[in-house]
Structure formats: structure tokens, C-alpha cells
């Protein structure tokens, strides 16, 4: 397996919105070194300030988004794993009556981080041979999470490949790339996308899932 990061001293910050999916990334990842797991909060504003704030004290290789997401239907079930191609606020922009206009198009910048492809390919190749099921592609990142049929047609009109949304990627995203540090989203499925069901949300098996492939980061970084 090809590796990414070459240094056996590289630094890798992973970052979660609660302390579930941490406890979850720390019981796959054991007692390896070379990792630090951290909390960041719910939401692209306290992700993107605490990143910030993580890297300006301590220098690190990789900065990893991990948590669970709604998937997009036929593009992710619910306990699979996603591995981001692009990090996307996807509702970052103006309405208009022609419909929603992005960050690009009205020429003030970029709602989109892109992923070193190497990076994401290889991680979800790792995973795919450890058998799990993955996906890899755009996961969007949301201040709202969706809870209707409309607006998750509107969102896979908007970005035709998502494989799923959340509330942070974008958010560390930025906080990384200011530091022009490779950046990486992996999320593993809890709800899809669309009529809200809180109910219906298989935390338990979704951090059951993040467990096995943080332990597939390991092996891929170590
Ligand atoms: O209640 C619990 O035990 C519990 C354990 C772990 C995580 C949670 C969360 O509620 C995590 C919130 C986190 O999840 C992301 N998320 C999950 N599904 C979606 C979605 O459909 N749309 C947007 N975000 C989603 C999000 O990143 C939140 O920060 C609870």
C-alpha cells in the first residue's frame, strides 16, 4: 500500500464534532503514536475557529475531518464509509430567482477545497481492501442539516456527485489550508439524506463503522 505521508514522525490532527465520534476514532486508531484526536464542535464556525486554533500551537502533516453524515441517496448507504474528493459549503452564496448562486459564480471566492488526490484514492483503496464498503466523492458541509426531500433534490441538482453532507469538513478545511496543510474528510454513515427521521439514525452502528476504518488509517499512515 502506497504510503502518503513518508515520515514515520508525521503529525496527523483528526478532528470530530462530539466526543462519541472521537471515542470511536481513538478505539480504532489504540495506542499507535504519531496521531492526536480533538474536538472541535458542531458546526463549520466552531470547527473551522478550534482547527485554527489546534494548528497555531502545534505542527501537523495532515489534519483529518472524521465523524458520521447523512448519505446521499445511491451514492452512500447508511454504515458506509465516505472519503472526501472536495470539501463543499454548499450553502454558501445568494438565492436568486434563477436559483442558488455559489460563492464562484458571484465572483467572492471558493466554497470548495479540493483533496490531493493521491491522498483520497489511497485511502479509499485501504479501505475498500480491508472490506469495507466506501465511497469516494464531494461531502458537503451544511449549517442546516437537511430535512426534507426538496431540499436534498435541490442539493443533488446543485452538486450531481455528493456522496454526503455534514456540518464541520469545510470549515477544518480552511482552517488547513491556510496552514497549507493536506486536509481529508472520512465519514461514515448514520441517516440519508432527506425527510428528517431523527428516529431513524443508526449512531451506534455508524461509530461501530468509524471505529474499523480509523483502524485502517493506522495501518495506512503508520
Ligand atoms: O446522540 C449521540 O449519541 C451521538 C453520537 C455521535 C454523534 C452524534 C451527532 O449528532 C453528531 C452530529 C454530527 O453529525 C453530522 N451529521 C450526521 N448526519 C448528518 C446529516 O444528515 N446532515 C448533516 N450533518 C450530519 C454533523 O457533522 C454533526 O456535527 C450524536
Redesign the pocket.
Known amino acids: 500500500m502506497s504510503k502518503i505521508i513518508h515520515s514515520a514522525n508525521a503529525r496527523i490532527l483528526i478532528v470530530t ?5 472521537k471515542q ?1 476514532v481513538l478505539r480504532g486508531l489504540g495506542d499507535v503514536k504519531g496521531f492526536e484526536v480533538a474536538v472541535v ?3 463549520v464556525i466552531s ?1 473551522a475557529v478550534n482547527t485554527a486554533y489546534l494548528l497555531a500551537s502545534t505542527e501537523y502533516d495532515l489534519v483529518i475531518n472524521a ?5 446521499f441517496k445511491g451514492k452512500a448507504d447508511i454504515e458506509s464509509v465516505v472519503v472526501s474528493s472536495e470539501l463543499i459549503a454548499a450553502d454558501l452564496g445568494a438565492e436568486s430567482k434563477e436559483g442558488f448562486l455559489s460563492l464562484e459564480e458571484l465572483k467572492l471566492g471558493s466554497a470548495c477545497v479540493k483533496v490531493n488526490e493521491t491522498l483520497y484514492t489511497s485511502v479509499t483503496t485501504a479501505l475498500r481492501e480491508k472490506g469495507q464498503k466506501v465511497q469516494s466523492g464531494p461531502i ?3 449549517s ?3 430535512g426534507t426531500r426538496e431540499t436534498a433534490e435541490k442539493l443533488e441538482r446543485a452538486v450531481p456527485n455528493a456522496v ?6 469545510f470549515g477544518v478545511a480552511v482552517a488547513a489550508q491556510k496552514r497549507k496543510i493536506p486536509i481529508l474528510e472520512i ?1 461514515t ?5 432527506g425527510p428528517r427521521d431523527r428516529n431513524a ?1 443508526k ?2 452502528e ?2 461501530a463503522t468509524l471505529e474499523q476504518a480509523s483502524s485502517v488509517l493506522r495501518e495506512v499512515f503508520r
Not at 17 to 21: G, N, T
Not at 67 to 71: L, N, P, Q
Open positions: 464534532s462530539v466526543e462519541a465520534e470511536a464542535g458542531v458546526g470547527a465523524g458520521i453524515a447523512g448519505g458537503l458541509t451544511l442546516t442539516v437537511t454526503a453532507e455534514a456540518m464541520e469538513g465519514r454513515i448514520s441517516n440519508m439524506v439514525w449512531i451506534k455508524a461509530l
